[in-house]
């Protein structure tokens, strides 16, 4: 096969993909069997896992699925929202869908 790509190339690119994923964290039931969906028992303790690139390795444990789900997907900033008078205004009349407000129809 003439299109064997050099070994040099993988590995920088196994490499590239290994540290993009390294940090991720899962959240895995403690328990006997193995490891089902996480809607299976949601009262059960886990441990919090982060990828280090080349295996699990365990961080924290977590009493239940609620407080794995806390630590694993934390609350986003809400960013500010625009005041009142930053919105551009309405064009005039009433539009397929608007309806006039009390005031707009004093107005005309």
Known sequence: MDDEEPLEEW???????????KGKLRAVPIG??????????????RVVEVWTGEAWEPVCLVENLIAA???????QPVGDKPAEWDRPPLGKGRGRHRKPTAAEEREQ
């Open 32 to 45: 006997g069997g193995p490891h089902r969906g996480t809607h299976v028992d949601p009262g059960s303790p």
């Open 69 to 75: 789900k806390a630590l694993l997907y934390p609350p």
């Open 11 to 21: 590995a920088r690119r196994r490499d590239e993909r290994r540290s993009e994923t």
